[in-house]
């Protein structure tokens, strides 16, 4: 927080750093089913930010003990590659890592049809490729892109974007440089679909007002994202169509 000077998060025309007006993103692109081997994957990027998730299962967990009678557990690992970041990263699992596997999992676990695979686990690996601020809330995108790509049955698709505010103005998908510089940031994951917010997080301080109007503008986004993941699904399953 403080650091430098507030004028070079937003300039005198109101853009930010890199040029964008306060409520935009930062261009998305996504893909779906991008590794052989996985039942499901996707990777996500937004802006420069760009995470890869991959699903395994329903299967039966190697650690027998974990399974439960009723229900499959869901287990996240999120990971940041060694080389995602301008630093290296120790490749061993940080407390932050640890954290933001939980953050995620109980992001994805109220939508997800767990009661479907008795005994089961449902692997979800995300791999942060590069990193440019707002990991976890890319990486609930693309979990939520490879579950649907496993056929794993979900009440609904779940996607993730981070507010902040920097220089006094609440702005919308913030990268690493307003994260760190900024005054607040708020990642929010929600399935628009069923009206349900999975993830609610505010590092910083924010009014009661910017607080309602940021949660507003993030779920608009995240409306605009979920179209994209079932865009992004459609183009999958068109491109199967036409092999077969
Ligand atoms: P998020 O990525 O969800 O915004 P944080 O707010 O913890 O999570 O991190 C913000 C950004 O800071 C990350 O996206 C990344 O660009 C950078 N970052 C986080 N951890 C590290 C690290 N160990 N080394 C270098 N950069 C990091």
Same mark, same amino acid.
């Given at each position: 927080?403080?650091?430098?000077?507030?004028?070079? /998060?937003?300039?005198?025309?109101?853009?930010?750093?890199?040029?964008?007006?306060?409520?935009?993103? !930062?261009?998305?692109?996504?893909?779906?089913?991008?590794?052989? *081997?996985?039942?499901?994957?996707?990777?996500?990027?937004?802006?420069?930010?760009?995470?890869?998730?991959?699903?395994?299962?329903?299967?039966?967990?190697?650690?027998?003990?974990?399974?439960?009678?009723?229900?499959?557990?869901? $287990?996240? $690992?999120?990971?940041?590659?060694?080389?995602?970041?301008?630093?290296?990263?120790?490749?061993?699992?940080? !407390?932050?890592?640890?954290?933001?596997?939980? %953050?995620?999992?109980?992001?994805?676990?109220? %939508?997800?049809?767990?009661?479907?695979?008795?005994?089961?686990?449902?692997? %979800?690996?995300?791999?942060? /490729?590069?990193?440019? #601020?707002?990991?976890?809330?890319?990486? %609930?995108?693309?979990?939520?892109?490879? /579950?649907?790509?496993?056929?794993?049955?979900?009440?609904?698709?779940?996607?993730?974007?981070?507010?902040?505010?920097?220089? #006094?103005?609440?702005?919308?998908?913030?990268?690493?440089?307003?994260?760190?510089?900024?005054?607040?940031?708020?990642?929010?994951?929600?399935?628009?679909?069923?009206?349900?917010?999975?993830?609610?997080?505010? *590092?910083?301080?924010?009014?009661?007002?910017?607080?309602?109007?940021? /949660?507003?503008?993030?779920?608009?986004?995240?409306? *605009?994202?979920?179209?994209?993941?079932?865009?992004?699904?459609?183009?999958?399953?068109?491109?199967?169509?036409?092999?077969?």
């Amino acid at each position: 927080m403080g650091g430098k000077p507030k004028t070079m /998060l937003i300039g005198e025309d109101g853009l930010r750093h890199d040029g964008r007006k306060p409520d935009e993103m !930062r261009p998305i692109k996504m893909q779906v089913g991008v590794l052989a *081997n996985a039942s499901g994957s996707a990777i996500v990027e937004y802006g420069r930010t760009r995470v890869l998730a991959a699903v395994y299962g329903p299967r039966e967990p190697h650690q027998r003990f974990m399974v439960l009678p009723d229900r499959a557990i869901l $287990r996240v $690992r999120y990971h940041m590659a060694p080389f995602s970041t301008s630093e290296r990263k120790s490749p061993a699992p940080s !407390r932050r890592e640890i954290e933001l596997s939980k %953050v995620i999992r109980e992001a994805l676990e109220d %939508v997800v049809l767990l009661s479907e695979y008795p005994r089961t686990a449902i692997d %979800v690996y995300l791999e942060v /490729l590069q990193a440019d #601020g707002g990991t976890r809330v890319a990486g %609930v995108t693309a979990a939520s892109l490879a /579950l649907a790509d496993a056929g794993v049955p979900m009440k609904a698709l779940v996607a993730g974007v981070a507010v902040g505010k920097v220089g #006094g103005i609440l702005v919308l998908d913030v990268d690493e440089l307003e994260d760190s510089k900024g005054e607040a940031d708020m990642p929010v994951a929600a399935a628009p679909d069923i009206g349900l917010v999975t993830m609610f997080q505010l *590092n910083g301080v924010l009014s009661e007002d910017e607080l309602e109007r940021g /949660l507003s503008m993030a779920l608009t986004a995240i409306e *605009n994202i979920v179209s994209m993941e079932k865009e992004a699904l459609k183009r999958k399953f068109e491109a199967i169509g036409e092999e077969v």
